[in-house]
Nanobody, 114 residues
């Protein structure tokens, strides 16, 4: 299984970015998928998750600003990030949770300037 993340970049505070994670297999192989991020000097933390039934969960820090969605036909999961803040800066990773394994994609850098 391969997860290909894309869409990172440099944006000013208040701006928007859309991340995409393309899986090499059907999303129905996973119980859930999500986005995590890691800021310099900090541990990786969950940002948003979406589960096979469509339910979602968000970190308190991004609620109301970020939206996670999935496209089962395209085997992709997207993270729409609005009203970005400098503290959203970090490397964003896509994660897929299978029954017996966790898959990680390569990170994509998001930098929010003040």
């Amino acid at each position: 299984v391969q997860l290909q993340a894309s869409g990172g970049g440099l944006v000013q505070a208040g701006g928007s970015l859309r991340l995409s994670c393309a899986a090499s297999t059907t999303l129905f192989n996973f119980n859930g998928m999500g986005w995590y991020r890691q800021a310099p000097g900090k541990q990786r933390e969950p940002v948003a998750n979406i589960y096979i039934g469509g339910s979602t969960a968000y970190a308190d820090s991004v609620k109301g600003r970020f939206t996670i969605s999935r496209d089962n036909a395209k085997n992709t999961v997207a993270l729409q990030m609005d009203s970005l803040k400098p503290e959203d800066t970090g490397v964003y990773y896509c994660k897929a949770l299978a029954a017996d394994f966790v898959y990680w994609g390569q990170g994509t850098q998001v930098t929010v300037s003040s």
